[in-house]
């Protein structure tokens, strides 16, 4: 397999991890419900499929994701947490003045019928 020449080799990764955590293959591949001698191909690789990196991460409580990341260039976009924020807000604000507007609705109606009482 060719590898890219900006390649972050996962297995390294993973293997620095390991032993920071000084757990055994075989316990992260129970973790994870995989074969004996799977972590020691992972960590043989300098790469990785997402779906079983995703299960590592679980296993390992370790978010590789975002050491992956991190290590890519800065000019590389990320995801703005204050963008998302804001998003969330906005939605929250848009969803409240739709209550204000149905709620006004029905008080307008309310406003009508005891005028239409009272005069």
Request: net charge positive; charged share 30%; glycine share 2%.
């Amino acid at each position: 397999m060719i590898k890219s020449k900006n390649n972050i080799d996962t297995g390294k990764l993973i293997e620095r991890v390991q032993l920071q955590q000084n757990r055994t293959y075989r316990e992260i591949e129970k973790a994870i419900n995989r074969p004996p001698t799977s972590m020691y191909q992972y960590i043989r690789n300098s790469s990785i499929q997402t779906g079983i990196l995703i299960d590592l991460c679980y296993a390992m409580k370790y978010n590789f994701f975002q050491e992956i990341a991190n290590k890519l260039p800065n000019e590389f976009t990320k995801t703005d947490k204050d963008a998302e924020e804001k998003l969330a807000q906005k939605t929250a604000y848009e969803s409240r003045i739709a209550e204000l507007e149905e709620e006004n609705k029905i008080l307008k109606v309310q406003v009508d019928l005891l005028m239409k009482i009272k005069g």
